[in-house]
């Protein structure tokens, strides 16, 4: 079976332009996290989802970043506009029954904001 | 509000040598869980454990053995003969049960070197 799937795997971008990353959760989970990385905050839940509506955004940062979950399979994490601050390695998981349940991570995306 | 201190920021033993991974967590719950995660250099998160606040009977699983004290709030990681590929950080983690706040709060790693 496949795991969690995230791409891109690597984004270099430039100040001020929108980065959309995506995730496709392991088939029957009903919950999708979003954790960031960085070395000055370690991993750091942003929201997650159940069933496809999300229940808890209070780790996401600012204004700036959204989520999304239009079905199943498939969730977002845009950021516009991005900035140097942003980069960072971006994981989803995904867990059959909730967050008291081992949680499936994907292999990350790794981001730099120039 | 939830906590999980690793105090050991980084550990390097000699192949062979066996090693603990220290874990003090804070919660204001009754009912909570304990999870163990590994990142080797590659940089995916992998499981290895989850213990719920009922259970505090010691786990092995081969060379890994974990033990949890509620008494003293620590739910530390001791891996047996280590090996080069052992080398990686641990990330210890906490949830609250219920109550709107299960979020799993990661401590901030233990980066373990095995030298061969």
């Known amino acids: 079976d496949a795991g969690v799937i995230q791409s891109p795997r690597h984004e270099v971008t430039e100040m001020g332009q929108e980065v959309t990353l995506r995730c496709k959760p392991i088939?029957?989970?009903?919950?999708l996290f979003w954790y960031r990385q960085t070395m000055m905050r370690g991993l750091e839940l942003l929201i997650y989802f159940n069933n496809n509506v999300p229940i808890d955004d209070s780790g996401m940062p600012e204004d700036r970043f959204s989520a999304k979950m239009p079905n199943a399979s498939f969730s977002t994490l845009k950021i516009q506009p991005s900035e140097p601050r942003d980069s960072a390695v971006y994981f989803c998981?995904?867990?059959?029954?909730?967050?008291?349940?081992?949680?499936?991570f994907g292999p990350g995306t790794r981001l730099t904001v120039l | 509000a939830q906590k999980v201190t690793q105090a050991q920021t980084e550990i390097s033993v000699v192949e062979k040598e066996d090693v603990t991974l220290d874990c003090v967590y804070e919660t204001r719950d009754t009912t909570y869980y304990l999870f163990w995660y590994k990142q080797p250099p590659s940089g995916e998160l992998v499981f290895l454990i989850r213990r719920n606040s009922f259970d505090e009977q010691n786990e092995i699983s081969g060379r890994y053995s974990w033990n949890f004290q509620k008494s003293t709030s620590s739910f530390n990681f001791t891996i047996t003969a280590s090996q080069v590929v052992d080398s990686a950080v641990y990330f210890c983690?906490?949830?609250?049960?219920?109550?709107?706040?299960?979020?799993?709060?990661f401590g901030t790693g233990t980066r373990l070197t095995i030298i061969p």
């Open positions: 983690a906490l949830s609250e049960a219920g109550g709107g706040n299960e979020k799993l709060t």
């Open positions: 998981a995904s867990s059959l029954v909730g967050l008291n349940n081992e949680q499936f």
């Open positions: 088939s029957g989970h009903d919950y």
